[in-house]
């Protein structure tokens, strides 16, 4: 039998930070349905910057009126099957995202989640080989909050 590395543990919901763009501490929802991590990010505009494509967006976390003005590589344009069934194009960044103690480079999608509890969705190709859920649990890479057993939000 092949000796597995010990990969650390996620709950349902994490806090997360995007570094490099400035989020921090972002609350996410863990969705090993969903392929693509997605973040809620208004497109305001393309540009390039040193000969790479770069897109500015803002994220606005309206329970404290706050709007943060964003900048990301872009990667991409793609059709991505939403919930629902539907296909919605949207931009694909690429930046540093941290759970816990591991950091790697993510593709985040940007998309209006403004009807969706948490701001940000990490799908399992951000997972993949790097973490395992248990969704019995939440916080449990969240040393600033207390762990928590079981699903109320």
Known sequence: MTR??????VGWR???HLPEIGLHA?????????????????VLEEFERDGQRMVRFAVDFEQQHVRQVC?????????????N???????VIKTPLRIGDTEFRAEI????RSDMKF???IGRSSLRRRFVVDSGYSWLQTPEKK???????
């Open 109 to 112: 999608s940007l998309a209006d």
């Open 71 to 83: 900048e990301a590589v872009h990667v991409d344009v793609r059709g991505i099957t939403s919930s």
């Open 85 to 91: 069934g539907g296909t919605q194009y949207r931009y």
């Open 4 to 9: 597995r590395k010990e990969l650390p543990v």
């Open 14 to 16: 994490e806090l997360v």
């Open 26 to 42: 972002m609350p996410a929802k863990i969705d090993t349905g969903a392929r693509t991590s997605s973040l809620h990010g208004t």
């Open 119 to 121: 701001p940000m969705l």
């Open 147 to 153: 762990v928590q057993k079981g699903h109320k939000p």
